[in-house]
């Protein structure tokens, strides 16, 4: 585990993880066996289970959960407000109590494996051994055993069993 982070307030952190340089972290839980790339950033009350790599440049937001064997390619970009705003009814810079209302949970379940530049829309939840395509942008949850991609990505495909 390198020391070269910005930032690792109340975060339970696995066995055995390796963080890259210049990661922000906080209040988040990393299982054990992972790989978190440079530059990444994992919200409070973000979950990431044991044996998953996330590669350089992504961002996991707050109410993402991700089950254990994921692989996240380099700047996946996760949502979870669907409405955001920069200021609230009296015209004052949003807090967090002025927007967590709207917050919507995503759930990547296990052996997921996104590509890179993939943008996962915030209340989708994508099923055990799918596959996203790079570049894709999921507004709609993936069933289990399924490839998609695309611009909203689409299904093209079931995952062999070989």
């Given at each position: 585990m390198t020391n070269d982070y910005q930032s690792i307030e109340g975060v339970e952190l696995g066995d055995d993880i390796r963080l890259g340089r210049f990661i922000n972290l906080y209040g988040c839980k990393i299982g054990d066996c992972c790989t978190i790339g440079?530059?990444?950033e994992i919200q409070k009350n973000a979950t990431i289970g044991h044996h998953c790599k996330i590669s350089?440049?992504?961002f996991v937001c707050e109410g993402v959960i991700v089950a254990e064997n994921?692989?996240?390619g380099?700047?996946?970009m996760f949502i979870n407000?669907?409405?955001p705003r920069s200021v609230n009814s009296l015209g004052e810079l949003e807090a967090d109590h002025d927007w967590i209302s709207r917050l919507v949970k995503t759930e990547i379940g296990r052996a997921v494996s996104i590509g890179s530049n993939a943008t996962i829309m915030g209340g989708v939840t994508i099923g055990d051994n799918a596959l996203v395509g790079a570049g894709s942008v999921v507004t709609k949850s993936i069933p289990a055993n399924q490839v998609w991609a695309?611009?909203?990505a689409r299904f093209l495909r079931y995952i062999d069993d070989d």
């Open positions: 440079a530059f990444v350089s440049h992504s994921c692989f996240i380099h700047g996946v407000d669907k409405k695309g611009n909203p």
